[in-house]
């Protein structure tokens, strides 16, 4: 089945700094999702981007698909930005099944 | 506009017990999607489903485990005898129409589930 691998696993910054998530994917997709667990257990939908970019206030994602990877950018960030985050694809012509990463935890100091 | 719901929240069983897990989707969603977090690890699915369909079972355990999706009311996912092992959180999705996977998946805030 299709892989996902996610990069870095763990990431520590202080307060205001930016960060760059990294997904890779080892198949052709048509869905691909980014999740913020928040400390508490929650997940929270952040993006559906199979392909493109999408931009929501400080957070912003870009998907090529023809390359395999996704990138999710984290700018000026707050303590409450950390958890984990996952990214999720469904791969094309595949099961209709979500295949999460194991995620990077970000970890954002006061 | 009421999200993906999940009860019970919090929920704790003795070995040898039987847990029953509730999703109620999101309204107009007729896709169910069931997905197992173990500590310290990623989401694995678990379960597709559609109103009184099982379309694709291929994550669930052989033994203990089960799911509906009844015409009324919420899906169930049912753990029959639980053990140790089976403490985990329990996610479950929606979306609309399935579409082959295209659809944004919603998910309900979750299940933790701890067996003594």
Redesign the interface.
Known sequence: GIQVEQSPPDLILQEGANSTLRCNFSDSV??L?W?HQNPW???I?LF?I?SGTKQNGRLSATTVATERYSLLYISSSQTTDSGVY?C?V??LG??????????TRLTINP | NAGVMQNPRHLVRRRGQEARLRCSPMKGHSHVYWYRQLPEEGLKFMVYLQKENIIDESGMPKERFSAEFPKEGPSILRIQQVVRGDSAAYFCASSPRGRSGEETQYFGPGTRLLVL
């Not at chain 1, 595949?94 to 995620?103: C, I, M, N, P, R």
């Open positions: 048509n869905n999702q999740f257990g929650q997940l939908n559906y199979p996952f999720a469904v791969s595949g099961a209709q099944k979500l295949v999460f990463g194991q995620g």
